[in-house]
C-alpha cells in the first residue's frame, strides 16, 4: 500500500490565484514529519514547508501553509497568489521517527505537476 | 544553494564503465541519503548513512555501491549498469532522527544516462 498519496498528476492554475495540492498520508506511527517539496525542471528538490504529528498549529512558510487534518490523514499543500515561477513539480513526503524498522529516509509520493497560467 | 553539493551534474556512461558519484555537505548533518528518481516513479530511497553507518539498504543491486568516508562526504559506486538504471540520483542529508527537523537537504541531483 501506498503510503504517500498524491491523487492530482497534473494542475493548471491561473496566475494570482490560490492552489491545494492534495497529500494523504497512511502510518501507524504515532511520530511522524510531512514535507512539502518543490522540484522546477532544474532538477534540485527544494524544501517548502514542514509539518510534526504533534504540531497543534497548520504550518505556514510565506505564501505556503500547509492544512493539516490528522484524523483525515491528510497534508495538503495550499499556496496562495500563485506566481509562475511556482510551475514545477511538487512532491509530499513523510518521516516516521519511531519505528523500529522501515526506511529511515523520507517516503515521497509520486508528485503533482503544477502549471500557472499567466 | 542547499548546503548539499552533488558532482557530477551530468553524467553519461556504457553498461561496461565504471564511475562513481559524489555529495558533499557541510552542514553538520549526521545522516546522509542517496534517492532514485526515475520518470513517472515515486522518489526511491536507495542508501541511509547515518554518523557513517549505512543503516538502511533499500534492496539496490550491487551494482550500486554506497561509501560514506566522513559525515561529510557520501559516494555512489557505479560499475555495470543497465539502461533502466537512467534516472536523476539526489544526495540528502539531514540531522539524525530530530523531531524538529525541518527537513532533508537535497542535492541538485546528477542526472545519469546508461547507454
Known amino acids: 500500500a501506498q503510503k504517500i498519496t498524491q491523487t492530482q498528476p497534473g494542475m493548471f492554475v491561473q496566475e494570482k490565484e490560490a492552489v491545494t495540492l492534495d497529500c494523504t498520508y497512511d502510518?501507524?506511527?504515532?511520530?511522524?514529519?510531512l514535507f512539502w517539496y518543490k522540484q522546477p525542471s532544474s532538477g534540485e528538490m527544494i524544501f517548502l514547508i514542514y509539518q510534526g504529528s504533534y504540531d497543534q498549529q497548520n504550518a505556514t512558510e510565506g505564501r505556503y501553509s500547509l492544512n493539516f487534518q490528522k484524523a483525515r490523514k491528510s497534508a495538503n499543500l495550499v499556496i496562495s497568489a500563485s506566481q509562475l515561477g511556482d510551475s514545477a513539480m511538487y512532491f509530499c513526503a513523510m518521516r516516521e521517527f519511531s519505528s523500529g524498522g522501515g526506511a529511515d529516509g523520507l517516503t515521497f509520493g509520486k508528485g503533482t505537476h503544477l502549471i500557472i497560467q499567466p | 544553494e542547499t548546503g548539499v553539493t552533488q558532482t557530477p551534474r551530468h553524467l553519461v556512461m556504457g553498461m561496461t564503465n565504471k564511475k562513481s558519484l559524489k555529495c558533499e555537505q557541510h552542514?553538520?548533518?549526521?545522516?546522509m541519503y542517496w534517492y532514485k528518481q526515475s520518470a513517472k516513479k515515486p522518489l526511491e530511497l536507495m542508501f541511509v548513512y547515518n554518523f557513517k553507518e549505512q543503516t538502511e539498504n533499500n534492496s539496490v543491486p550491487s551494482r550500486f555501491s554506497p561509501e560514506c568516508p566522513n559525515s561529510s562526504h557520501l559516494f555512489l559506486h557505479l560499475h555495470t549498469l543497465q539502461p533502466e538504471d537512467s534516472a536523476l540520483y539526489l544526495c540528502?542529508?539531514?540531522?539524525?532522527?530530530?523531531?524538529?527537523?525541518?527537513?532533508?537537504?537535497f542535492g541538485q541531483g546528477t542526472r545519469l544516462t546508461v547507454v
Open positions: 540528502a542529508s539531514s540531522q539524525k532522527k530530530q523531531m524538529d527537523t525541518r527537513s532533508a537537504f
Open positions: 502510518t501507524s506511527d504515532p511520530s511522524y514529519g
Open positions: 552542514l553538520g548533518h549526521n545522516a
